[in-house]
């Protein structure tokens, strides 16, 4: 296949520009970075699992009328999806105390939430991703209040759908990130989900055991990185046979 032109490599993917105006393709790595970029290591066969569980949980949402950018996926690493214009901000959805809100409040981790609190955090690496409130994004015009309202109630509606679908499988969602964009259709203008779903940006943890699931295991050293990848794969009902290997040649499509 003819080598197309890349438009950008993040830390986790490449982007690649699509076969038709209006797409991307991400292509997903196995490198894994965590606080900031200080810490590199590479998860082998976390490219393939995290495209297949992003794919999974995207078509899922979609399924509920979520408006997503995922067209669909093309191979073992790589997905097709609308492009949009990302709107800087990681939108952080929190169910139990965990990570840096944990530190920042000294709220123990674990701790269940009275309600579930959703954050903004301004995308921005060089700044260190800071906490921002609605003040600071509707003043420095990086969405407006209706951009907000709707990345909100998105937001919690996706919280809820993903609460009950991973406890189905004996998963408890801690928290996650979300990065929202918008697509423009004519003179219309609509909030969709954007970038991924994964064990990258998700705290993931047993139901029985409290074992954590996702990227706090390569984050704080804990061992078992690949296989908690595939763990959460294997309960989606979605672990590619044989496990996360690479196909060589073309594959076909469920
Ligand atoms: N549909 C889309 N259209 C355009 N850009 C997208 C889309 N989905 C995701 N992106 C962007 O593609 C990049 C994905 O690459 P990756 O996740 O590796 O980035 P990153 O290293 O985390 O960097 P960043 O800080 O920009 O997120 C991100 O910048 C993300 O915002
Ligand atoms: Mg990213």
Redesign the pocket.
């Known amino acids: 296949m003819a080598r197309r032109r890349q438009i950008?490599e993040?830390?986790?993917?490449v982007?690649f520009e699509g076969p038709e105006p209006g797409t991307?393709v991400?292509y997903f790595k196995d490198d894994a970075t965590a606080f900031n970029n200080k810490k590199k290591g590479v998860i082998t066969g976390k490219g393939v699992l995290n495209n297949r569980i992003s794919e999974f949980l995207m078509i899922k949402l979609a399924e509920i009328g979520i408006p997503t950018?995922f067209v669909r996926r093309l191979n073992m690493r790589e997905q097709l999806?609308?492009?949009?214009e990302?709107i800087p901000l990681e939108v952080v959805i929190r169910n139990i105390a965990a990570g840096s809100l944990s530190q920042r409040y000294g709220v123990p981790e674990g701790t269940a939430l009275p309600r579930s609190i959703i954050e903004y955090y301004y995308?921005n690496?060089e700044l260190n991703d800071p906490l921002v409130s609605e003040e600071h994004i509707t003043a420095f015009g990086w969405a407006n209040t209706h951009d907000l309202d709707e990345m909100m109630g998105l937001s919690l509606r996706i919280n809820d759908f993903l609460t009950g679908l991973f406890l189905g499988v004996g998963i408890r969602l801690i928290d996650f990130k979300l990065?929202f964009?918008r697509l423009w259709e004519g003179e219309e203008m609509r909030i969709v989900l954007?970038?991924?779903i994964s064990p990258d940006n998700c705290r993931l943890w047993d139901l029985k055991t409290n074992e954590k699931m996702d990227k706090d295991r390569f984050r704080r050293d804990l061992g078992g990185v690949e296989e908690a990848y595939q763990e959460v794969a294997r309960r989606l009902g979605i672990l590619p046979e044989g496990g996360p290997r690479d196909l060589k040649g073309p594959e076909t499509m469920q």
């Open positions: 950008y993040g830390k986790a993917k982007l991307i991400q950018h999806v609308r492009e949009v990302i995308k690496d990065e964009g954007a970038d991924e």
